[in-house]
């Protein structure tokens, strides 16, 4: 399961009567009428940025995401850090910004979707069946259950 390092922006306004505080982005005074305040530190609307995209977090939501002393929005987070879980077919992680299949629970590399008796790779459209957690063609499917002797039954 994900767990995000996130924390919350907030947006205050400063009063006039306060010294202003230090930007923790830039190391300036803050003399702007507002001020984020962010993990536990004071910071320029603008100087409050996502290390990858440079996009203001102080505007996307006000969520910032951290990790490895980098300040990140949810996006670039989600595309560095994130992952989606473990492949069922070779058991190494997903990172989140790879395409993936799904089957019931499951979650697979694209190269890892295939027929695990005969490597038959399925396209859209194609079906596929699961069965003790392996995924089969419908050919190695069928056979299976022939060999097992529960063919379906034709009514
Ligand atoms: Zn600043
Ligand atoms: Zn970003
Ligand atoms: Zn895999
Ligand atoms: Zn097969």
């Not at 996130?6 to 003399?31: E, F, H, W």
Request: glycine residues 6%.
């Amino acid at each position: 399961q994900l767990i995000l390092d996130s924390y919350s922006i907030q947006m205050l306004s400063v009063q006039p009567d306060t010294k202003p505080k230090g930007c923790a982005g830039c190391n300036r005074k803050i003399k702007d009428r507002y001020l984020l305040k962010a993990l536990d530190k004071y910071w320029h609307e603008d100087c409050l940025k996502c290390a990858c995209c440079d996009c203001r977090l102080g505007e996307v939501g006000s969520t910032l995401y951290t990790k490895a002393n980098l300040i990140l929005c949810r996006r670039d987070y989600l595309r560095l850090f994130g992952v989606t879980g473990n492949c069922a077919a070779c058991s190494k992680l997903i990172p989140a910004f790879e395409m993936v299949m799904r089957a019931k629970d499951n979650v697979y590399h694209l190269d890892c979707f295939a027929c695990q008796l005969c490597n038959q790779r399925f396209c859209v459209g194609d079906k596929f069946f699961l069965k003790n957690n392996m995924i089969l063609c419908q050919t190695d499917y069928e056979e299976g259950l022939m060999k097992e002797g529960y063919a379906p039954q034709v009514r």
